[in-house]
């Protein structure tokens, strides 16, 4: 099992005051798998992401990412810009953010800061224009490019990021993510406010993520129709504990999941589990 | 009309110099939300570090005067730079993520350092050189013999002015720094998780915002022969006042509100009186900023949900 998991949760808590949002949490996600995180609102799945990518520090516990190479890195002791450049994690957030004044183009360029940091030799290079910085430019652009076309938004290169419609810009923002080159990627609720056509294109790219770039990918989602189709583990939590795993057929048919994940009205249960089969 | 049109040379070449500072002020609110209320002193160190520049140059006997010209503004620029990445460094990044005055408070306690830094080590005297870039044209010369000049000086305020400005459009738009900058004004934590170092691209911003200080410090002592070091305190509240006309936050209205600042200035010197000169600058900026909150070329700040 270690051998191929990615992120290792262990025993992670964490306490704002008086309140516990998250209580020994343990779960791996495996490499190159989907690992979805599911619960009723408040369970503190996004307290758990928060964790992951350096926005709270845990009150207790670990977070260990291991990479292809066997390096093991503390996620816990990481911040800020240093999630993406060292540990190679990438996230989304609930509500979409995206640069609005920047062009589509230009969005997925930020995200490949740390590509062309290096080929820049400290800024200077690049704005001499040294030939090996040109390269490294054309590199990005050409992953840009790639991704734009990937998400279907290829002919909006240059418009502003923040005239596109919702459904685009939640796929230009797993884009965004995507062209950091991610070792883990952690997409929070990303098929929130999409119609059915929509949530069914965004199962489709991410399963193409899975499987053509071999990207581990870890989501917060409630779309019950993504999450039974792509997962390949499910991780189970309420009021902060986990209170079951296992693959989307051994966790649909868990009693207690159907209970806490929707209260105690089973007819509701039934109707949104139904949902996702 | 030939008054005028001499008036209206004057009011662009003093509206470049408050531009170029105006962009500095505009620059750090974008990114960091701040005003930096020191910005007016960097421009006035840039002034004084062109002047012994000046000096040092002088006394090792060079006497080329594009070689001079162009080594000042290099020192200048890299040492007022140094200066610019300093103060962002000691006074502003350890108060980041206190309350909101902090840092204002901090750049009112640093423009009071760097002000009496000056006095206590260049003496309260203002020190002036001579003027070594002499000469113009006459534009134009009517019956009653007034004269339109334009003197070389004033030509190079206004060429350099241009071409920082183009140089730093380029920056801004077409490059990584310039991207990462952008990125960080509209969201800085979804940039960190991106990978931008967010504090190294604040300072690169106080960096150049100083530099481009520096360069109008140097017009300044050139245009007018002298500095002093009190001289950044009216030249900062003037460009911050630039920078508000035209919309705080945005790069062309920095320098188009340190233009219309310049004008108002130079054609109320003009035709009605000297003393009253701020006076009317500043009355129109109120009124501006009745009809207009966000300037000329701001945009309204939309509240995120």
Request: aromatic fraction near 8%; charged fraction near 15%; hydrophobic fraction near 50%.
């Amino acid at each position: 099992m270690s051998g191929d998991t990615i992120l290792n949760v262990e025993r992670l808590t964490m306490r704002f005051g008086g309140i516990v949002a998250v209580q020994d949490l343990s779960f791996a996600a495996e490499r190159k798998k989907i690992t979805a995180l599911i619960g009723p609102n408040g369970a503190g799945k996004t307290t758990v992401f928060n964790c992951i990518t350096g926005f709270y520090k845990p009150s207790g516990g670990a977070i260990r990412l291991s990479h292809d190479d066997g390096r093991t890195i503390a996620l816990e002791k990481l911040n800020d810009f240093r999630i993406a450049k060292q540990a190679k994690v990438a996230r989304t957030f609930q509500n979409i953010r995206l640069f609005p004044g920047m062009t589509a183009l230009e969005n997925l360029m930020v995200a490949q800061h740390n590509a062309l940091m290096r080929a820049s030799g400290l800024t200077f290079l690049g704005l001499i224009g040294a030939p090996g910085y040109r390269d490294a430019e054309k590199r990005a652009i050409d992953l840009a490019t790639d991704w734009l076309r990937r998400v279907n938004l290829l002919d909006r290169a240059d418009d502003a990021a923040g005239n596109f419609a919702y459904g685009d810009q939640r796929r230009l923002e797993i884009a965004r993510a995507m062209c950091t080159e991610p070792a883990l990627l952690c997409l929070d609720e990303p098929a929130a406010g999409l119609n059915a056509r929509e949530s069914a294109a965004l199962s489709e790219l991410l399963l193409s993520i899975r499987k053509e770039l071999g990207t581990s990918i870890l989501l917060i989602e409630h779309d019950m129709s993504v999450v039974m189709e792509i997962s390949d583990h499910i991780v189970v939590m309420d009021h902060g504990v986990k209170i079951a795993q296992g693959s989307p057929q051994e966790v649909r048919d868990d009693p207690k999941v159907i209970a806490a994940y929707l209260g105690t009205d089973e007819d509701e249960a039934a109707a949104v589990m139904e949902s996702g089969s | 009309m030939d008054y005028f049109a001499q008036q209206l040379i004057n009011g662009l070449v003093l509206g470049s110099i408050y531009g170029l500072i105006a962009i500095g002020y505009t620059m750090v609110y974008g990114i960091v939300g701040m005003i930096n209320f020191a910005h007016g002193d960097v421009f006035m160190i840039g002034g004084f570090i062109a002047l012994i520049t000046f000096l040092i140059l002088v006394s090792l006997g060079l006497t080329a005067i594009p070689v001079i010209l162009l080594v000042v503004l290099l020192v200048a620029m890299a040492i007022t730079a140094l200066y610019g990445w300093t103060i962002e460094r000691i006074a502003y990044r350890p108060l980041r993520h206190s309350f909101r005055l902090a840092p204002m408070l901090s750049a009112i306690g640093m423009s009071f350092v760097l002000t009496n830094y000056s006095q206590v080590a260049q003496g309260a005297r203002v020190k002036p050189i001579p003027p070594f870039i002499t000469g113009g044209y006459t534009l134009h010369e009517s019956a009653d013999g007034f004269v339109i000049q334009l003197s070389n000086i004033q030509i190079m305020v206004v060429i350099t002015t241009i071409v920082l400005l183009a140089l730093f459009t380029w920056l801004v738009s077409r490059t990584r720094l310039g991207r990462d900058m952008r990125a960080c004004e509209q969201d800085q934590t979804m940039a960190a998780l991106l990978g931008v170092d967010v504090d190294r691209t604040i300072s690169m911003t106080f960096v150049i915002g100083a530099a481009l200080a520096a360069v109008a410090g140097l017009m300044y002592l050139l245009y007018y022969g002298l500095v002093d070091f009190f001289m950044g305190f009216v030249a900062g509240i003037k460009a911050f006042t630039a920078a508000v006309l035209g919309g705080i936050g945005s790069l062309p209205g920095a320098m188009l509100g340190g233009l219309a600042i310049g004008l108002i200035e130079t054609f109320w010197s003009a035709y009605f009186s000297v003393e009253y000169k701020d006076v009317a600058a500043f009355s129109i900026l109120i009124v501006v900023l009745i009809f207009m909150p966000t300037g000329l070329l701001g945009r309204p700040e939309v509240e995120k949900v």
